[in-house]
């Protein structure tokens, strides 16, 4: 019987309400699974919320959007992390954009820079990241952003078309997360204006439970 079967079959002859003596079917294996579960060790988690908005406008300077101290061993040899990110850009000046992840010392990702068509709509984007420990001290990371420039709070459009940019990656890193390491994102432009912005509204980084 698997891990959650185990837990279904304690949780429902708990819920059943059953006369005490009926505990008597819960075994010690069922008992440490369900305390295990409950406690939170292999349940998919919220490790941060955040709704502070950080806008980097008219600066030439590399500059977070957001970060987040993960705590030392909290993935164990083969947890990770999601992070998703979402807010809106305005590109209405010349200037190229680079975007950064970073865990501990080690830059993860680094973007092209890219010049985009400028508008005076701003672009709407959204960016997840994540990865996976293989061990405790390497790492699997995937990551991808969507962004595109229309008024409506949906933006769509055809990509024959398409005001915006498409980015996928693929990454490894060697950071020991049996250390609280931190994690980052950052964005860079190449030049400062007013017409320049990258503005983050929400993050949700989640704890993905071990193998």
């Not at 429902?12 to 075994?27: E, F, Q, S, V």
Request: net charge positive; glycine share 8%; aromatic share 6%.
């Amino acid at each position: 019987m698997s891990t959650l079967e185990e837990l279904s079959r304690s949780l429902g002859l708990l819920k059943a309400r059953l006369p005490i003596r009926a505990l008597r079917h819960l075994t010690e294996g069922h008992i440490h699974n369900l305390a295990k579960h409950i406690g939170g060790d292999t349940w998919l988690r919220i490790l941060d919320r955040n709704l502070n908005t950080v806008d980097v406008q008219n600066t030439a300077a590399e500059a977070p959007i957001y970060s987040f101290s993960i705590p030392a061993g909290i993935l164990g040899a083969t947890g990770g992390v999601r992070l998703s990110l979402g807010g809106d850009m305005l590109k209405n000046a010349g200037g190229t954009l680079t975007l950064r992840i970073k865990l501990g010392a080690t830059t993860v990702f680094t973007s092209t820079s890219v010049e985009l068509i400028t508008s005076a709509e701003r672009y709407k984007w959204s960016w997840d990241i994540w990865f996976l420990n293989v061990s405790a001290s390497s790492q699997k990371w995937s990551a991808k952003l969507l962004a595109v420039a229309v008024t409506d709070n949906l933006a769509m459009q055809g990509l024959n078309t398409l005001y915006g940019i498409a980015a996928a990656g693929q990454a490894t890193s060697s950071e020991d997360t049996s250390a609280a390491k931190n994690l980052q994102a950052t964005i860079k432009w190449s030049s400062a204006s007013t017409l320049l912005s990258f503005r983050k509204e929400m993050a949700l980084l989640e704890l993905l439970p071990a193998a």
